[in-house]
């Protein structure tokens, strides 16, 4: 149903990253998320994969109730923000939203079924702190679409230099090569959507 990478770097000093990635496929779709702990370091890396694990355990469920959960189960910790997808490959849909500065885009491999790159609407907050009211947006979305979301310690000009025929993992890479700023954790996380249904 998709092919993607990943790509991620850990600021210099810190043990791991807090930015953590979720793929995971069902019988009728995918969910994809990034998620970026508050912070740095082994808190923020904790916080991220707890909310990685309420994701991986609601796939199926709507976005928004899988947020509001992660929002209730992380209060005692740092919080995250974080961006995610919920992919419908039957009906051909894409459902997203975030919450805080995860950059969220899907570009478009046939471009005259709208814009070429349509971004995702971000809503400030961080949860397990404060979210704000929570509404997701629905994309009609075709095979060959792809979906890349990036966290803060990526620029964002990483999409001036995109290419919709480029191999998941390399684009991954190049991204967090070129456009790394190297003041926080980064994640570059690239999926082409091949298992929609025409």
Not at 47 to 70: D, F, M, Q, T, Y
Not at 166 to 181: F, G, K, M, T, V
Request: net charge neutral; with cysteine; hydrophobic share 40%.
């Amino acid at each position: 149903m998709v092919e993607y990478g990943v790509a991620k770097f850990a600021l210099s000093g810190q043990g791991e990253s807090g930015d953590h990635h979720l793929v995971c496929c069902n019988q009728d779709g995918v969910l994809i998320a990034a998620v970026d702990g508050i912070g740095h370091g082994e808190e923020a890396a904790n916080a991220a994969k707890r909310a990685i694990s309420i994701l991986r355990n609601g796939v199926g469920e709507p976005i928004i109730s899988l947020v509001e959960r992660c929002h209730e189960k992380l209060r005692t910790t740092r919080g995250v923000v974080l961006s995610l997808a919920s992919i419908d490959v039957v009906q051909g849909m894409m459902t997203w939203l975030g919450v805080g500065n995860v950059q969220g885009l899907l570009m478009r491999a046939n471009k005259k079924n709208g814009n070429a790159q349509e971004p995702l609407l971000l809503r400030a907050g961080v949860v397990g702190s404060r979210v704000p009211p929570l509404q997701a947006a629905v994309l009609p979305i075709q095979k060959g679409d792809t979906l890349i979301f990036a966290t803060d310690g990526i620029r964002s000009d990483f999409t001036e230099t995109l290419n919709s025929l480029e191999n998941p993992q390399r684009a991954a890479d190049r991204i967090l090569q070129n456009c790394l700023s190297g003041s926080d954790d980064a994640l570059v996380l690239v999926s082409r959507l091949t298992g929609i249904r025409p």
